[in-house]
């Protein structure tokens, strides 16, 4: 058998999970998940026995504990190898997996072939470039890339059994005190319909007026490139790429930038991208949907301004709409 | 993405090296610590003949020596590296004591393993906390943030540990001309370590094939703007 590490939150499993035990089952074995602290139904996902590990000092999250549990369990299991999804959560707890039975791990696979030695590929540059390797271990670690897995439904008879780990104070000693929550309204870049970001092109912090005007227009968030992070220009919870964040909206607005690798590695997941760009040969043009070639200065407060006039014809008789309502 | 010719690298002739950025973050962090409370700062690495270039630009914005763990240049897989580095700490701490905090990437920009952190805190019987954001020393424990989704996770974990960082901790300084001057007479020790049989084992790499996306031309200029707009209305989101 294989067991999954099955991340949730809310009462379900998280995306990137399912998309894992879908990829454990091309090892063609039974597929056992674990579950920490409580349980969640993974009876249409192929899982035969999902266990809940449970214990007081589970209260909030304590990544050696959690290692400490999948090694305890794999070990009475006999599992054959191990899976979590490539979630920071997970990388982090995989990692710890792997050093502590001194086993070679592989993050971030966008696919697995059981075998001797198992032939995975995974991702590199935050995607932008992928590796085929030869994973040789006695029982493979392997994290699954999120999003690069298609969920297959697979029902399954699940039973589910409470598991009890033994944990020592120096596996709890790295816990989770408290959580701050992000304070301020906003739209989250993560979880935004439309980013509006701007690169160096934008020319500097004030120009950054136009950008947030159309991005407040569209009900949308302000993303940006390094380039801008580092110019401090805007803060770096703003920056979309390989080491910013990875957003996936409906439709991304990159105006000024030139479209590196590292900055697609974040936008990557957006349905549409429209790129506006005083050079019609930038890198973008290759990465983007739609295309306006020009002074970003002069396009981005013509299209805000074509917004407000088309708003103002397409938009409902004053009545019970909040003003700002997107139509 | 341009690969050599035996796909087993990037084809780097033209490509300058720099640090990556969290790593970057990492130095900077070090430089801070110890200019407001004293001490030392050492900056490692294990890489071929060409890295030492990047040591010198950690020293030259502060850190006070460096370790180069000398490689023939071949791409070496996590636990080796790991292993590298746990021995090359050791023997460091042997002769002059703990380090109280020791900095990694969160991953790495190429290899991404999101693991050698991990491995060495292991290996040298550390706590760490991965992912942070924010540092604060507090008497003889550090502080840790770590970002997640609608917030941050506080970690407090008593030294020595291990912070493995991601950018956005700080905003790195530019090395100043005499910060480079200084860097070129700082220490520098070199060692070759031995390599172990990767257990993981990069046969190939490969370019993704693309998204098959050509740009559609919506016009050029501020006179786009309709065209813009139209199509906005027509993919739901304006
Ligand atoms: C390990 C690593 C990680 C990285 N991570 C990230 C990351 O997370 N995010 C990220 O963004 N980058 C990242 N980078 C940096 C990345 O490689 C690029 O340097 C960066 O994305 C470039 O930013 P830019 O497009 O704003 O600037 P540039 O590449 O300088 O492009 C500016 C663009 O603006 C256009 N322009 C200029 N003026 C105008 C105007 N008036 N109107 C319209 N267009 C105009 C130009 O034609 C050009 O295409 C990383 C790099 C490394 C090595
Ligand atoms: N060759 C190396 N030399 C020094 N540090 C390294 C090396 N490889 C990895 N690291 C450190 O380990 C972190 C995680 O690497 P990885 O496990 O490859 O994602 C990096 O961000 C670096 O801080």
């Not at chain 2, 490509?15 to 700062?41: D, K």
């Not at chain 2, 996590?78 to 050791?90: H, K, L, M, N, R």
Request: aromatic content about 4%; overall charge negative.
């Amino acid at each position: 058998m294989v067991l999954v590490l099955v991340e949730h939150a809310d009462g379900k499993a998280i995306d990137p999970s399912l998309q894992t035990l879908t990829a454990a089952r091309s090892f063609g074995e039974a597929v056992h998940g674990l579950l920490i602290g409580s349980s969640v139904d993974l009876s249409a996902h192929g899982v035969a026995v999902a266990h809940v590990a449970q214990h007081a000092s589970l209260d909030s999250f304590a990544p050696d504990a959690w290692a400490a549990i999948i090694v305890q369990l794999a070990d009475r299991l006999k599992a054959r190898a191990i899976f979590a999804a490539g979630t920071d959560r997970g990388n982090e707890v995989m990692a710890r997996v792997a050093a502590r039975m001194q086993l070679p791990l592989a993050t971030n696979c966008t696919a697995v072939a059981t075998g001797s030695p198992v032939t995975l590929t995974r991702q590199r540059w935050g995607g932008s470039l992928l590796e085929e390797s030869a994973l040789h271990s006695p029982r493979p670690l392997v994290t699954v890339a999120p999003h690069t897995v298609a969920i297959a439904l697979y029902p399954a008879a699940t039973t589910v059994e409470e598991f009890t780990p033994q944990l020592t104070e120096q596996e709890l000693a790295v816990k989770v005190l408290e959580r701050v929550s992000n304070k301020g309204g906003g739209v989250s870049l993560a979880e935004a319909k439309v980013v509006v970001s701007g690169g160096r092109g934008v020319g500097s912090k004030e120009g950054f007026a136009i950008i947030e005007d159309l991005a407040s227009l569209l009900g949308g968030a302000v993303g940006c490139s390094r380039v801008v992070t580092s110019a401090g220009w805007r803060p770096h919870s703003d920056q979309v790429g390989q080491t910013g964040t990875k957003v996936s909206p409906e439709l991304y607005i990159a105006c000024g930038i030139s479209g590196a690798t590292q900055h697609m590695a974040g936008c990557r997941g957006a349905k549409r991208i429209l790129a506006i760009n005083a050079d019609a040969e930038a890198p973008i043009m290759q990465n983007a949907d739609y295309a306006v070639v020009g002074d970003l200065k002069e396009i981005v407060p013509a299209i805000s301004a074509e917004l407000r006039k088309s708003r103002a014809v397409h938009a409902p008789l004053p009545g019970p709409l909040p003003e700002g309502e997107r139509g | 993405m341009v690969l050599a010719a035996d796909s087993m690298s990037l084809e780097t002739r033209h490509l300058g090296f720099t640090i990556s950025p969290h790593e970057e973050c990492g130095v900077e962090e070090a430089v801070r610590l110890i200019e407001a409370s004293g001490g030392e700062s050492v900056v490692l690495t294990l890489g071929p003949i060409e890295a030492a270039e990047q040591l010198r630009d950690a020293m030259a914005i502060g850190i006070d020596r460096a370790i180069h763990l000398q490689t023939d240049g071949g791409e070496w897989d996590p636990e080796s590296t790991a292993a590298a580095i746990v021995d090359a700490v050791g023997a460091e701490e042997s002769a002059s004591g703990p380090f109280d905090l020791i900095f990694f990437g969160n991953e790495s920009a190429d290899a991404g393993g999101f693991q050698v952190g991990l491995r060495v805190a292991r290996g040298l019987g550390r706590p760490a906390v991965t992912g942070v954001k924010k540092v604060t020393v507090e008497g003889t424990s550090v502080r840790c943030e770590q970002e997640v989704d609608g917030g941050r996770d506080v970690y407090v974990v008593p030294m020595p540990a291990v912070v493995t960082v991601k950018e956005g901790l700080n905003l790195p300084r530019y090395p100043s001309v005499p910060g480079r001057m200084r860097a070129g007479r700082k220490p520098v020790a070199v060692s070759a370590p031995a390599r172990t049989q990767a257990r993981l084992e990069l046969e190939r790499l490969v370019v993704p094939a693309g998204q098959g996306r050509r740009a559609e031309l919506l016009g050029s200029g501020p006179s786009a703007a309709p065209a813009v707009v139209e199509m906005m209305r027509r993919i739901g989101v304006a």
